[in-house]
């Protein structure tokens, strides 16, 4: 199964960018790549999702390496709400269907 | 604009007992899935199910039962609670295929064993 690595912690100051990278050196061709965070006390929240082709929404941008071996996460102006942990994931696949596989994500601080 | 909502949001077990956990969600997805996250961790799939009336094994399954019987609900259930699986539980649906698409998550229901 293709994994990823993602640093345990990083920290940003308010209203400046940020980019949150991952390496997923062993990934498939048709694995997609997709991004959730965890505020604290709630559940996993969807960011955003790509295959090849960087990919922008209202909440970030995912940038995708050519090789796609490693991608990153941009939020273009943090705010204390973005405190977070971050989750890189690969699509796993097993006998039965295809699931995502939670790591330990990135933790995220904003500073004011 | 409910989502996934889950039931109870919190619970105390005494070892031994049995409890069920509700998810309802009102999105009208095919796919539902249960997760369990432990202190520090990251999120463990306990089973799913892709449609109404089925339900398969994730990657931690043992201790639990599930059942679909309607599209908008996936119950968890705990036959003989154990302290191990004092944890937070999520559940969380999705329209299709979880490669493709997001999936939604509920709140949490935090579950203690004692």
């Known amino acids: 199964d293709a994994k990823t690595t993602q640093p345990n912690s990083m920290e940003s100051n308010e209203e400046e960018p940020v980019h949150l990278p991952c390496n997923h050196s062993?990934?498939?061709?048709?694995?997609?790549i997709h991004w959730y965070r965890q505020l604290p006390s709630q559940g996993p929240e969807y960011v955003i999702h790509?295959?090849?082709s960087n990919v922008n929404n209202r909440m970030a941008s995912l940038a995708i390496a050519e090789d796609r071996k490693s991608s990153t996460l941009i939020l273009h102006r943090a705010t204390l709400r973005d405190a977070a942990v971050y989750y890189c994931i690969l699509r796993v696949v097993n006998n039965a269907g295809n699931m995502l596989t939670f790591g330990g994500g990135t933790r995220l601080m904003v500073k004011p | 604009n409910a989502g996934v909502t889950q039931t109870p949001k919190f619970r105390v077990l005494k070892t031994g007992q049995s409890m069920t956990l509700l998810c309802a969600q009102d999105m009208n997805h095919e796919y539902m899935y249960w997760y369990r996250q432990d202190p520090g961790m990251g999120l463990r799939l306990i089973h799913y199910s892709v449609g109404e009336g089925t339900t398969a094994k994730g990657e931690v399954p043992d201790g639990y039962n599930v059942s679909r019987l309607k599209k908008q609900n996936f119950l968890l259930g705990l036959e003989s609670a154990a302290p191990s699986q004092t944890s937070v539980y999520f559940c969380?649906?999705?329209?299709?295929?979880?490669?493709?698409?997001?999936?939604?998550f509920g709140d949490g229901t935090r579950l203690s064993i004692l």
């Open positions: 790509g295959l090849t």
């Open positions: 969380a649906s999705s329209y299709t295929d979880a490669a493709a698409g997001p999936q939604h």
């Open positions: 062993t990934i498939s061709g048709t694995d997609y």
